[in-house]
């Protein structure tokens, strides 16, 4: 399984950028795919989270109502809509997948499948 994050790149406050993560090599159908982020100095923080399956989304109280995560399963491709950016939201973005949905998942300890990051950067 590979994963592949892109989209990142920088913005003003107040803008917006969408990340996809491209899933390739076997996938399944119950895979739960999640982003997380990780500024410089700070632990890697779960963003959003969405199960392949059903498509049940889970958002992280920081980001609720201002991202979005979103998958198309044609495309094994998980996007995340991030709108009304601050400079905050600044870090390096990840993608991540696992098998079966867990109650941690929240928890990037729970993730064996990771993408190489992607850096957003919130700034005038």
């Known amino acids: 399984v590979q994963l592949q994050a892109s989209g990142g790149g920088l913005v003003q406050p107040g803008g917006s950028l969408r990340l996809s993560c491209v899933i390739s090599g076997r996938t399944f159908n119950d895979f739960t795919t999640a982003w997380f982020r990780q500024a410089p100095g700070t632990e890697r923080e779960f963003v959003a989270a969405?199960?392949?399956?059903?498509?049940?989304?889970f958002t992280a109280d920081s980001v609720k109502g201002r991202f979005t995560i979103s998958k198309e399963s044609a495309k094994n491709t998980v996007y995340l809509q991030m709108d009304s950016l601050v400079p905050e939201d600044t870090a390096v973005y990840y993608c991540?997948?696992?098998?079966?949905?867990?109650?941690?998942?929240?928890?990037?300890?729970?993730?064996?499948?990771w993408g190489q990051g992607t850096q957003v950067t919130v700034s005038s």
């Open positions: 991540a997948a696992r098998r079966y949905h867990t109650v941690r998942y929240y928890s990037a300890d729970e993730y064996g499948f």
């Open positions: 969405i199960k392949w399956s059903g498509g049940a989304r």
